[in-house]
């Protein structure tokens, strides 16, 4: 089946750790995205890439970090700069950039312990 | 940026009856797609309903058909017959079809089936 794959469902942060979350597709889409929702702010953007290679800051990117070595693939990481982690991180897709929907994946909620 | 907005944070419904969820919007482009999208407790996002801002004809999916009125930017999502797995957030989100970078999204309408 097709679709978008989130790992892990659950991860916890230790304070000044880096952690990396996971998000594979094989939709064969162009465009990928991350996004964080928290209570009452619907989603707000992290980072998005159009395609392999590239890859372009949203309008909450400070603290984050993301590659594009793979179309298949779109890990973000959640680096210790990042001072409040603590949220619901979804992935999502679109065939191309500036057409399609967007599809997600199931979600990693992350937690700093 | 667009903006979305969704004024009602929650809604109820009794089983077996219509529904509708509002939305508004802001933009000053005339090529976009708006979209319905459902959040039930499991978190994953679902796509409901899609429309395309040069179409006139209102989109529908089964049971779920939106009243889109672009000269007043809003984007209503109509559920008839609510079921009780219909329970969820809805959020509406934007996409330009011109710069497409990203879908902004609304905060969300939290949706209470009553059995």
């Known amino acids: 089946d097709g679709g978008i794959t989130q790992s892990p469902k659950y991860l916890f942060r230790k304070e000044g750790q880096n952690v990396t979350l996971s998000c594979e597709q094989n939709?064969?889409?162009?465009?990928m995205y991350w996004y964080r929702q928290d209570p009452g702010q619907g989603l707000r953007l992290i980072y998005y890439?159009?395609?392999?290679?590239?890859?372009q800051k949203g309008d909450i990117a400070e603290g984050y970090s993301v590659s594009r070595e793979k179309k298949e693939s779109f890990p973000l990481t959640v680096t210790s700069a990042q001072k409040n982690p603590t949220a619901f991180y979804l992935c999502a897709s679109s065939i191309g950039f500036r057409t399609g929907s967007a599809f997600f994946g199931q979600g990693t909620r992350l937690t700093v312990v | 940026a667009q903006t979305v907005t969704q004024s009602q944070p929650e809604m109820s419904v009794q089983e077996a009856e219509t529904v509708t969820l509002s939305c508004t919007y802001d933009?000053?482009?005339?090529?976009?797609?708006l979209f319905w999208y459902k959040q039930p407790p499991s978190r994953q996002m679902i796509l409901v309903i899609r429309q395309e801002a040069y179409k006139q004809q209102n989109a529908t999916e089964n049971r779920f058909s939106v009243n889109f009125q672009k000269a007043a930017k809003s984007f209503s999502l109509k559920i008839s017959d609510s079921q009780l797995g219909d329970a969820a957030m809805y959020f509406c989100a934007y996409r330009s079809a011109n710069t497409g970078n990203q879908f902004y999204f609304g905060t969300g309408t939290s949706l209470t089936v009553i059995p």
């Open positions: 933009t000053s482009e005339s090529d976009y797609y």
């Open positions: 939709l064969n889409h162009d465009a």
């Open positions: 890439s159009q395609i392999v290679n590239d890859f």
